[in-house]
């Protein structure tokens, strides 16, 4: 197996062809390795991966990704979205040394969304966790899932809670906000009043990059496609599923991420991609980045 040798997988959420292109000269002269997770793609391009998933659950398509390259000696797997653009001074030789991550962890970029905490608001998404069982119709994954006891021991390595969900978690939603995710209200209410006690230890997070080594990838990806044919909203599959199959895991440095989600500062480039790459912020990425919108 070479060293450091990384795939670099591009995840689509919607099926947007155009964006292939840009995104190849964006990446090809600083990783050899890039497939495009594409989802219900038909073209020709042989780096296309088509996936077949809801993008509420993308995770499932880095489980359908790795089946098509697990036997290509990969020692990592670098996951990006199509709308997240790198620091240009990152690539295939320095990755490890620019995420600050040894060879042997996987990394996610952010703290935690820990469920069991209050946040700014209410994340909308505790009520999918709120809900959630590992045996659904048509889906039982408690036997491919680690179980609770191993899932909790592993939650306790990480410093996560798997307690019951306070109440104080949920005052904003009482107060101002009946319409958080209000196709389920009803649920939602008796989730929160009769069942704050998670049925399986889930954490939330951003899920837009992370890193995964070669070792880990087998059991990552058979958790993410589990969570996603059970329904689990991806920002809380992805973390999660990194916990229960990482021996080593490294949180990224918060202020390395620029987050530009609505796109304020951008329009001192003219949404000219080479600009803003010759003039890049001191970050290890800007997300979200419609390429669209942008000029080569």
């Given at each position: 197996?070479?060293?450091?040798?990384t795939?670099?997988?591009?995840?689509?959420?919607?099926r947007?062809?155009?964006n292939?292109?840009?995104v190849?000269k964006?990446?090809n002269?600083?990783?050899?390795n890039?497939?495009h997770?594409?989802?219900?793609?038909?073209?020709n391009?042989e780096?296309v991966?088509p996936v077949?998933e809801s993008?509420?659950?993308?995770q499932s398509?880095?489980s359908q990704?790795?089946?098509?390259l697990k036997?290509?000696?990969?020692?990592?797997?670098?996951?990006?979205?199509d709308?997240l653009?790198?620091n240009p001074n990152?690539n295939?030789?320095?990755l490890?040394?620019?995420?600050?991550?040894?060879?042997?962890e996987?990394?996610?970029?952010?703290?935690?969304?820990v469920l069991?905490e209050?946040h700014y608001?209410?994340?909308p998404?505790i009520?999918?966790g709120?809900?959630?069982?590992?045996s659904?119709h048509?889906a039982?994954?408690?036997s491919?899932l680690?179980?609770i006891?191993?899932?909790e021991s592993k939650?306790r390595q990480?410093?996560?809670?798997?307690?019951?969900?306070?109440?104080k978690?949920?005052?904003p939603?009482y107060?101002?906000?009946?319409?958080?995710?209000?196709?389920?209200?009803?649920?939602?209410l008796l989730?929160?009043?009769?069942?704050?006690?998670?049925s399986?230890p889930?954490v939330?997070?951003?899920?837009?990059t992370?890193?995964?080594?070669?070792d880990?990838?087998?059991?990552?990806?058979?958790y993410?496609g589990?969570?996603?044919?059970?329904?689990l909203?991806?920002e809380?599959?992805?973390?999660?599923?990194m916990v229960?199959?990482?021996?080593?895991?490294?949180?990224?440095?918060n202020e390395?991420?620029?987050d530009?989600t609505?796109?304020?500062g951008l329009e001192?480039?003219?949404?000219s991609?080479?600009a803003?790459?010759?003039?890049f912020?001191?970050?290890q990425?800007l997300h979200?980045?419609?390429?669209?919108?942008?000029?080569?």
């Open positions: 197996m070479e060293i450091n040798k795939a670099l997988l591009v995840v689509y959420n919607h947007y062809d155009n292939i292109p840009l190849e964006l990446y002269e600083k990783f050899t890039i497939y997770l594409v989802p219900f793609y038909d073209g391009t780096n991966i077949y993008s509420y659950q993308f398509y880095i990704a790795y089946q098509h036997h290509k000696n990969f020692t990592h797997y670098f996951i990006i979205a709308d653009v790198l990152i295939e030789q320095n490890l040394e620019k995420l600050e991550v040894k060879a042997d996987c990394w996610l970029p952010t703290d935690f969304i069991q209050k608001g209410l994340w998404h009520f999918n709120l809900t959630y069982k590992t659904s048509g039982e994954v408690s491919i680690p179980d006891n191993y899932a939650f990480q410093k996560l809670p798997t307690g019951k969900i306070p109440l978690v949920f005052i939603w107060r101002s906000n009946l319409r958080v995710n209000g196709q389920n209200i009803i649920q939602n989730a929160v009043i009769f069942g704050r006690k998670l399986y889930l939330g997070g951003y899920s837009d992370f890193l995964v080594t070669a880990t990838m087998p059991a990552f990806a058979k993410c589990a969570f996603a044919a059970t329904n909203f991806v809380l599959a992805i973390p999660t599923s229960l199959s990482a021996d080593k895991l490294k949180i990224g440095n390395q991420v620029a530009n609505k796109g304020k001192k480039y003219a949404y991609l080479p803003l790459l010759n003039s912020p001191d970050c990425y979200p980045i419609k390429l669209s919108k942008w000029k080569f």
